[in-house]
T-cell receptor, first 115, second 114 residues
Framework: DGGITQSPKYLFRKEGQNVTLSCEQNLNHDAMYWYRQDPGQGLRLIYYSQIVNDFQKGDIAEGYSVSREKKESFPLTVTSAQKNPTAFYLC??????????????FGPGTRLLVL | AQSVTQLDSQVPVFEEAPVELRCNYSSSVSVYLFWYVQYPNQGLQLLLKYLSGSTLVESINGFEAEFNKSQTSFHLRKPSVHISDTAEYFCAVSRMDSSYKLIFGSGTRLLVRP
């Protein structure tokens, strides 16, 4: 089945620790995205990538880093510089047709908690 | 800049009653409009979207939304809800002259009671 997988489902971070969230897709999509979701708020864009080896900062990139070495994979690292990392993280992907009308397909999410 | 406002954070409704979830947007350029649904502890799924043409768009599970350019609204409606419609609903916009960025509203939690 085609889709987006995220792992782990739950992740615990200790103070000062970097953690990496995995996102893999087999939809043959060029574009991938990372969003952060906090209670009572909409989704906010952290980073996005339209093509392999290229990515751009979203609205709240501080304290996060990404890589895009393969078309299928877009891992997100939450660094120790992110002081309030507790949130639900969602990965998405879409075709990259150069227009904004493409549907984004979302993974099941990773819930990050701070110990 | 674009913004999306969903004024109702929660909408309780009885099963088989009609429902309307409100969405208003602000943008200096033309936009595409989307409604996504999120079931508990899951990712988002596209419910419906307006790109062009008829201002009334429908989903396969009975929801519909109407684009009103003069009121900058894209309200979501369903004439008769089911318990299974209980979820959080997000309205989103993207600029027609830009690339891929979606701007989301804060979401409306639809709670269907028996």
């Amino acid at each position: 089945d085609g889709g987006i997988t995220q792992s782990p489902k739950y992740l615990f971070r200790k103070e000062g620790q970097n953690v990496t969230l995995s996102c893999e897709q087999n939809l043959n999509h060029d574009a991938m995205y990372w969003y952060r979701q906090d209670p009572g708020q909409g989704l906010r864009l952290i980073y996005y990538s339209q093509i392999v080896n290229d990515f751009q900062k979203g609205d709240i990139a501080e304290g996060y880093s990404v890589s895009r070495e393969k078309k299928e994979s877009f891992p997100l690292t939450v660094t120790s510089a992110q002081k309030n990392p507790t949130a639900f993280y969602l990965c998405a992907s879409s075709f990259a047709t150069g227009t904004a009308q493409e549907t984004q397909y979302f993974g099941p999410g990773t819930r990050l908690l701070v110990l | 800049a674009q913004s999306v406002t969903q004024l109702d954070s929660q909408v309780p409704v009885f099963e088989e009653a009609p429902v309307e979830l409100r969405c208003n947007y602000s943008s200096s350029v033309s936009v595409y409009l989307f409604w996504y649904v999120q079931y508990p502890n899951q990712g988002l799924q596209l419910l419906l979207k307006y790109l062009s043409g008829s201002t009334l768009v429908e989903s396969i599970n009975g929801f519909e939304a109407e684009f009103n350019k003069s009121q900058t609204s894209f309200h979501l409606r369903k004439p008769s809800v089911h318990i299974s419609d209980t979820a959080e609903y997000f309205c989103a916009v993207s600029r027609m002259d830009s690339s891929y960025k979606l701007i989301f509203g804060s979401g409306t939690r639809l709670l269907v009671r028996p």
